[in-house]
């Protein structure tokens, strides 16, 4: 049984601190990861994803990968209250197959 | 460009009827999957198809089927609807390669009384 856990939180963090999102998953030969934004009553929106070990910036976001430890994380820099919002993991053996999400952690950004 | 369309956004079925969601992808994405996410969880897959064909199912009961057609667009339709089917029902639209970006629709919410 292929598994994404996150902490189901809420992340509650002030306006302009650095919020931290993890992710663990169970499956060794996953590939690919995403990281998506979920706002309440709509659906998923990609923010990054990640395949190779170590950071990738994008903007106010930054994805971390460790595969040794099985490992993903999302920082988010200088955080807004628009950043409030639960943020999905997911997870992808190889291109085109499906995605294992997490359950996914609720971020509260307090202004 | 269009992304990914989903209709009806809303629906509401009683117990025991059958339901049939569309989904268009992004124009040039030949694949197209579909998620159920019940409230407080993440998405679960559902079923899998590229160019036409089913390439993967999730864990869910024989009332759940879909298919593509020609020009790529999805149905999913459930029959015998339980309380349990109550969810958000998402199509995701992917191109192919060796990572696939999945973008989401805004989702059909089916409530069943």
């Known amino acids: 049984q292929k598994e994404v856990e996150q902490n189901s939180g809420p992340l509650s963090v002030p306006e302009g601190a650095i919020a931290s999102l993890n992710c663990t998953y169970s499956?060794?030969?996953?590939?690919?990861f995403f990281w998506y934004r979920q706002y309440s009553g709509k659906s998923p929106e990609l923010i990054m994803f990640?395949?190779?070990?170590g950071d990738k910036e994008d903007g106010r976001f930054t994805a971390q990968l460790n595969k040794a430890s099985q490992y993903v994380s999302l920082l988010i820099r200088d955080s807004q209250p628009s950043d409030s919002a639960t943020y999905l993991c997911?997870?992808?053996?190889?291109?085109?197959?499906?995605?294992?999400f997490g359950k996914g952690t609720r971020l509260s950004v307090i202004a | 460009d269009a992304g990914v369309t989903q209709s009806p956004t809303h629906l509401i079925k009683t117990r025991g009827q059958h339901v049939t969601l569309r989904c268009s992808p992004i124009?040039?994405?030949?694949?197209v999957s579909w998620y159920q996410q019940v409230l407080g969880q993440g998405p679960q897959f559902i079923f899998q198809?590229?160019?036409?064909?089913?390439?993967g199912r999730g864990n869910f009961p024989d009332r759940f089927s879909a298919r593509q057609f020609p020009n790529y667009s999805s149905e999913l339709n459930v029959n015998a609807l339980l309380l349990g089917d109550s969810a958000l029902y998402l199509c995701?639209?992917?191109?192919?390669?060796?990572?696939?970006?999945?973008?989401f629709g805004q989702g059909t919410r089916l409530t069943v009384v």
């Open positions: 995701a639209s992917t191109d192919i390669g060796a990572v696939t970006e999945a973008f």
């Open positions: 499956d060794r030969g996953s590939q690919s």
């Open positions: 990640i395949y190779s070990n």
């Open positions: 997911a997870v992808q053996n190889s291109g085109n197959t499906p995605l294992v």
């Open positions: 124009s040039g994405h030949k694949s």
């Open positions: 198809y590229y160019e036409k064909e089913e390439r």
